[in-house]
């Protein structure tokens, strides 16, 4: 059987699950009861977990899934050399 070229590597996706939990995560953080006229004000739509740290996770997360898709595939690299004739 043929073995088929990805372009990705296994890590690559590794690296790609995990800031899709880290922002998944994130969005968790940043859910919560909402402000409603008959239950009056609720101050917990200004908590710092819901304003800074979930959007920290998922802003993190998205930076890791670029980190993810462009990290070099060491595998594809040396077949590449190996294809290539020697002088």
Same mark, same amino acid.
């Given at each position: 059987m043929e073995k088929k070229n990805f372009a990705l590597g296994k890590l690559n996706y590794i690296i790609c699950a995990a800031s899709f939990a @880290? @922002? !998944? @995560? %994130?969005? #968790? #953080? !940043? =859910? %919560? /009861? /909402? =402000?409603s006229i008959e239950s009056g004000f609720q101050p917990d739509i200004f908590s710092t977990r819901r304003i800074v740290a979930g959007p920290m996770f998922s802003f993190f997360g998205f930076l890791l899934m670029i980190v993810g898709i462009l990290y070099p595939n060491k595998q594809k690299d040396d077949s590449l050399a190996q294809d290539s004739p020697k002088a």
């Amino acid at each position: 059987m043929e073995k088929k070229n990805f372009a990705l590597g296994k890590l690559n996706y590794i690296i790609c699950a995990a800031s899709f939990a @880290i @922002i !998944m @995560i %994130g969005f #968790l #953080l !940043m =859910t %919560g /009861s /909402s =402000t409603s006229i008959e239950s009056g004000f609720q101050p917990d739509i200004f908590s710092t977990r819901r304003i800074v740290a979930g959007p920290m996770f998922s802003f993190f997360g998205f930076l890791l899934m670029i980190v993810g898709i462009l990290y070099p595939n060491k595998q594809k690299d040396d077949s590449l050399a190996q294809d290539s004739p020697k002088a």
